[in-house]
């Protein structure tokens, strides 16, 4: 409770994922609305998946759409893949592939699928998908080290 008493963000985002895994809906949104407001990236994504399903809070698109936006403008690939989905509902494809050629290039899995998809079907340039895959392949790359690789093998 120290690091929340002392206003930092993380701490209040992880309290209100656990708070939001226990059930209490509102009072992730209040430890979210806090550390988005302090600029946490991960909050406003969470208060995206808040607003766009309705639990604890009221349904309101414009509201995860704004949350959404600002998680992904602060590097969130997963923001930033909903987005992309976003615009393609909305029949806005060039819109859709930026966002998700950005997700992938951040290691965004999903994005990069979608990427492969919309390349196969035309909506993507050739020269677009092969940098989108290299930028992809490079964060996955960097994120590699002997640690993760034995916490993998290892199970923890």
Same mark, same amino acid.
């Given at each position: 409770?120290?690091?929340?008493?002392?206003?930092?963000?993380?701490?209040?985002?992880?309290? *209100?994922? &656990?708070?939001?895994?226990? !059930?209490?809906?509102?009072? @992730?949104?209040?430890? =979210?609305?806090? %550390? $988005?407001? #302090? /600029?946490?990236?991960?909050?406003?994504?969470?208060?995206?998946?808040?607003?766009?399903?309705?639990?604890?809070?009221?349904?309101?698109?414009?509201?995860?759409?704004?949350?959404?936006?600002?998680?992904?403008?602060?590097?969130?690939?997963?923001?930033?893949?909903?987005? *992309?989905? &976003?615009?393609?509902?909305? !029949?806005?494809?060039?819109? @859709?592939?930026?966002? =998700?050629?950005? %997700? $992938?290039? #951040? /290691?965004?899995?999903?994005?990069?699928?979608?990427?492969?998809?919309?390349?196969?079907?035309?909506?993507?340039?050739?020269?677009?998908?092969?940098?989108?895959?290299?930028?992809?392949?490079?964060?996955?790359?960097?994120?590699?080290?002997?640690?993760?690789?034995?916490?993998?093998?290892?199970?923890?």
């Amino acid at each position: 409770m120290k690091r929340i008493e002392a206003n930092d963000p993380v701490a209040m985002c992880f309290m *209100g994922t &656990e708070r939001y895994h226990e !059930g209490d809906y509102k009072k @992730a949104f209040e430890y =979210w609305t806090e %550390a $988005a407001a #302090l /600029g946490d990236v991960d909050a406003h994504y969470q208060l995206s998946t808040l607003y766009h399903t309705g639990k604890g809070v009221e349904k309101d698109e414009k509201r995860a759409l704004h949350h959404a936006e600002q998680a992904a403008i602060g590097g969130h690939h997963m923001a930033r893949h909903n987005l *992309g989905c &976003e615009e393609e509902e909305c !029949g806005r494809m060039d819109r @859709a592939v930026k966002h =998700w050629i950005i %997700a $992938a290039k #951040l /290691g965004d899995d999903k994005s990069l699928e979608a990427v492969k998809v919309h390349y196969k079907a035309g909506f993507v340039s050739k020269d677009d998908f092969a940098a989108a895959l290299r930028c992809y392949q490079a964060t996955i790359d960097a994120s590699k080290s002997p640690q993760r690789e034995e916490a993998e093998r290892t199970g923890i």
